[in-house]
């Protein structure tokens, strides 16, 4: 395989739920994490970026987890960029165990972004050229055809904005929000189910000092869940999102 990148992990204390397993935030972290190297080993670090008031803004992602790592296990993850458009790249992941097995694949639709006019703005021609492409796919679990909003019923829960909750872009950041998602699952479901597969879509953003309205239903199929987060303040719609859990074993 051309034009990917890896990172290996050992998983840690504070990453594991309580039954050992590394929780899905923390998996998501892990995921942005290896993107954010992958950025920073072309020579177009965040940071760096940041300084030109660029950034990357994530609009939809999905996750299909084969299981979770336990503690202490090292894993790699991999990951490339299968597509381009003028503003966004298409980055896909797998989680590969100490034998090369895949535990799970991710993929994200990322948009370039000027932080200072929240708009988006042409990829540079350098990031393109030293990413390259490959065209693979690691996960087709994403279809947004999928992602209906909930607009009936009251909120599961209501959550402040913390200033802990913001990233550098000057909004909420997207592991967040799946933090809020899980946060309003049923106990039930939590202590005896793993997220299997979680597909997002993101449209408004949230930012410090305002409040986030969790709405839940399940889904037309056992052990799924329909997601819709909005801003309390404007009622706009900040993300979609459908889950699906299996039995702990």
Known sequence: MAHYFERTFKLRYFEM?????????????????TAADHCYHIGYGLYELE?????????????????????????TIRTWISDYSLVKGYRENVLLDEDGRIIGRAKGVWAFYNILNRRPVPIFDGIKSLWGVNPEISTYANNEKELQRIDHGI???????YRSDIDGNKHVNNIRYFHWMIESMPEEIVDNYYLKIINAKFFSEAAYGGKVQVYLEEGPEDLMFRHTMKNSSNGKLCVNANSVWEKIP
Request: aromatic share 8%; net charge neutral; proline share 6%.
């Open 17 to 33: 739920n309580k039954f050992g397993m590394a929780s899905p935030t923390a998996v998501l972290t892990l995921l942005e994490e």
């Open 155 to 161: 909120p599961k829960i209501e959550l402040d904005i």
């Open 51 to 75: 300084k030109q008031h660029i950034g990357w803004i994530l609009i939809s992602g999905a996750i299909d987890m084969v299981r979770y790592p336990l503690y202490k296990e090292k894993i």
